[in-house]
């Protein structure tokens, strides 16, 4: 464990700088405070510097595209009051810090970094075209019965929203290849699987079901995922 002590101690370092700007900027609550010093510390710490920029890259244009036209969203009921909370936090990391921790501890990491970049590409993708999508959007559609329905209705697409949140992932994608955390192939893997990770999230939300309006839940699932079909298909691809 001697390895990991001089990374935690700059993830420490690095974590509590970001942290508590982001606290004094009102982007994060003390419980979003306290839960992304986990997030990145432990991200920081097990899985390195570029997965760490890709978890920061999620934040901040997360945390930007869901400022983006607070009249508006606050006008129809659809936006965030306050900084984002714990629960928000780990809803949408818990997958990829996971699996960034798991890669420090196996002999070929290689699947479970793809995992982790996938992750935090689906969730940026839902997370933009949700939020941008209800902004420019013209004609927003339940994916369940393909009707019209308002902007910022629960579960509702849009061409314009969806081709924002498949380049959304494709930036996390690229930050992975750069790094070389994820290859050609593992880059072409984490673009489908944000696409069905989003879509399928899409579909539950606008579910009638009972227990699938639980925002952090289809959050943590659409991660999930994300992750899964990232894996799978990158497994296809290169059989």
Same mark, same amino acid.
């Given at each position: 464990m001697e390895q990991f002590l001089q990374p935690l101690l700059i993830g420490l370092a690095i974590n509590l700088i970001l942290g508590t700007a982001a606290l004094l900027l009102r982007l994060v609550s003390w419980s979003g405070y306290f839960g992304g010093?986990?997030? @990145?510390?432990?991200?920081?710490?097990?899985? #390195?510097? @570029?997965?760490?920029?890709?978890?920061?890259?999620?934040?901040?244009? @997360?945390?930007a595209f869901s400022k983006l036209g607070i009249s508006t969203k606050r006008a129809r009921g659809s936006h *965030?009051?306050? #900084?984002? #909370? =714990?629960? &928000?936090?780990?809803?949408?990391?818990? !997958? #990829?810090? %996971?699996? =960034? +921790? +798991? %890669?420090?501890?196996?002999? &070929?990491?290689?699947?479970?970094l793809l995992a982790l970049t996938a992750a935090f590409a689906t969730a940026l993708s839902d997370t933009t075209s949700n939020e941008l @999508? *209800?902004?420019l959007g013209k004609h927003p559609i339940l994916p369940t019965t393909f009707k019209p329905v308002p902007p910022g209705t629960n579960g509702a697409? %849009? +061409?314009?929203?969806t081709l924002l949140g498949v380049v959304a992932s494709l930036v996390i994608a690229s930050i992975g290849l750069v790094?070389?955390?994820?290859? /050609? /192939?593992?880059?072409?893997?984490?673009?489908?699987a944000a696409f069905l990770g989003t879509? !399928?999230? $899409?579909?539950? $939300?606008?579910s009638p079901i009972r227990g699938l309006d639980n925002n952090e839940l289809l959050n943590f699932v659409n991660t999930?995922?994300?992750?899964l079909f990232a894996v799978g298909i990158y497994l296809i691809l290169t059989i």
């Open positions: 010093l986990l997030i @990145g510390i432990a991200t920081f710490t097990f899985a #390195g510097v @570029g997965p760490y920029i890709i978890l920061c890259t999620f934040f901040a244009l @997360g945390t *965030q009051e306050g #900084g984002r #909370g =714990g629960r &928000h936090a780990l809803a949408n990391c818990m !997958v #990829g810090v %996971s699996c =960034g +921790v +798991v %890669s420090a501890f196996i002999p &070929h990491p290689e699947l479970a @999508g *209800q902004l697409v %849009s +061409v314009e929203g790094f070389g955390i994820i290859n /050609w /192939w593992g880059f072409l893997a984490v673009a489908i879509t !399928v999230e $899409s579909i539950l $939300s606008a999930l995922l994300g992750a």
